[in-house]
């Protein structure tokens, strides 16, 4: 029997199919990098100069550039106009205080006797005044601290940048029509360099602290601890109270021999009102702040009298 071969359809030639002509694929649109900001070329002005300072560039970059941190000119007109000592309506050369630390700032110097002692040995710098001066600076050590020097520092720092500054001038300048003066804006200017300055040795202190710089709490000015200290003005200063080693800003013994170290250094001489009002002026330049740290000094040593005199 014959067997007959069937091919599939499928398998059929029926001649030559269309032509099918490739199109050249498109290059996909090149991905735009956005323009960096003023602010984020003034951040690498800051790096450049913390490294001519001779700060290690690695460690200087992954600080700046940590996701922690971010930038805030608004610093730079809070530096100018509001973190400046003031004094009251009824009182305007001297800051308010409350008259509930008069006699908290007894107890603090009974609480603190021995450590006062000792540092009084050393430094001939009464209880009093440094107790004085921790009340203004942190209502004794117990108020809060709202900001990160690191970030206050490196913000007031981008007004190194003339179009950073220009562009804060021109945001602020309606609320502060002083900004545009020449004399203020030389002014921020300043304190660029001095932030910068105090950037560089907030490194150095969070270095020898073995602490994260950027998570270091402090004033809208970057003081910290319990005496408010600026980093350049602790490391010149900065003292050893307990002994351990170790010179913290944020440790109050170590804060109340800091004190005394710089009154001592900056002429502190008991019984010339001159000499320690000049010494007060080199922790705070205000007249203000001298006026109210004399005043608080005079009530804490007036109710030590009053206690002597009632325990006689």
Same mark, same amino acid.
């Given at each position: 029997?014959?067997?007959?071969?069937?091919?599939?359809?499928?398998?059929?030639?029926?001649?030559?199919?269309?032509?099918? /002509? @490739?199109?050249?694929?498109?290059?996909?649109?090149?991905?735009?990098? #956005?323009?960096?900001?003023? &602010? =984020?070329?003034? +951040?690498?002005?800051?790096?450049?100069?913390?490294?001519?300072?001779?700060?290690?560039?690695?460690?200087?970059?992954?600080?700046?550039?940590?996701?922690?941190?971010?930038?805030?000119?608004?610093?730079?007109?809070?530096?100018?106009?509001?973190?400046?000592?003031?004094?009251?309506?009824?009182?305007?050369?001297?800051?308010?205080?409350?008259?509930?630390?008069?006699?908290?700032?007894?107890?603090?110097?009974?609480?603190?006797?021995?450590?006062?002692?000792?540092?009084?040995?050393?430094?001939?710098?009464?209880?009093?005044?440094?107790?004085?001066?921790?009340?203004?600076?942190?209502?004794?050590?117990?108020?809060?601290?709202?900001?990160?020097?690191?970030?206050?520092?490196?913000?007031?720092?981008?007004?190194?940048?003339?179009? /950073? @500054?220009?562009?804060?001038?021109?945001?602020?300048?309606?609320?502060? #029509?002083?900004?545009?003066? &020449? =004399?203020?804006? +030389?002014?921020?200017?300043?304190?660029?360099?001095?932030?910068?300055?105090?950037?560089?040795?907030?490194?150095?202190?969070?270095?020898?602290?073995?602490?994260?710089?950027?998570?270091?709490?402090?004033?809208?000015?970057?003081?910290?601890?319990?005496?408010?200290?600026?980093?350049?003005?602790?490391?010149?200063?900065?003292?050893?109270?307990?002994?351990?080693?170790?010179?913290?800003?944020?440790?109050?013994?170590?804060?109340?021999?800091?004190?005394?170290?710089?009154?001592?250094?900056?002429?502190?001489?008991?019984?010339?009102?001159?000499?320690?009002?000049?010494?007060?002026?080199?922790?705070?330049?205000?007249?203000?702040?001298?006026?109210?740290?004399?005043?608080?000094?005079?009530?804490?040593?007036?109710?030590?009298?009053?206690?002597?005199?009632?325990?006689?």
């Amino acid at each position: 029997m014959a067997c007959a071969l069937f091919l599939p359809a499928s398998c059929a030639h029926h001649g030559p199919g269309p032509t099918v /002509v @490739l199109q050249p694929l498109e290059a996909p649109p090149a991905i735009q990098e #956005p323009e960096p900001t003023e &602010e =984020e070329l003034a +951040q690498e002005i800051v790096e450049e100069l913390l490294v001519d300072k001779g700060l290690d560039r690695a460690k200087v970059h992954g600080l700046l550039y940590d996701p922690r941190l971010t930038i805030d000119t608004g610093f730079i007109v809070k530096n100018l106009y509001h973190a400046k000592p003031k004094g009251t309506a009824e009182k305007p050369h001297i800051m308010y205080y409350s008259p509930a630390f008069i006699p908290k700032g007894r107890a603090f110097i009974e609480q603190h006797q021995e450590v006062f002692e000792n540092v009084g040995a050393c430094y001939g710098i009464p209880p009093e005044i440094i107790t004085a001066i921790l009340i203004i600076e942190s209502k004794l050590g117990v108020y809060p601290s709202k900001y990160h020097p690191f970030r206050v520092y490196n913000s007031l720092a981008m007004a190194l940048d003339p179009d /950073v @500054l220009s562009k804060v001038i021109e945001s602020s300048g309606k609320a502060y #029509p002083d900004l545009y003066r &020449e =004399e203020t804006i +030389q002014l921020a200017q300043a304190k660029g360099r001095w932030a910068l300055g105090e950037l560089y040795n907030l490194i150095l202190l969070s270095d020898e602290l073995q602490i994260d710089p950027l998570e270091i709490m402090g004033s809208v000015a970057g003081a910290m601890g319990p005496a408010q200290f600026i980093p350049s003005t602790f490391r010149k200063y900065g003292a050893d109270g307990d002994c351990d080693g170790r010179k913290d800003p944020f440790n109050m013994t170590d804060a109340i021999a800091s004190v005394a170290h710089l009154l001592k250094r900056s002429g502190w001489t008991a019984g010339s009102e001159k000499n320690m009002r000049s010494a007060l002026w080199m922790y705070n330049h205000s007249d203000v702040y001298v006026n109210t740290v004399m005043k608080i000094y005079s009530e804490l040593c007036d109710t030590l009298r009053t206690q002597q005199q009632h325990d006689s």
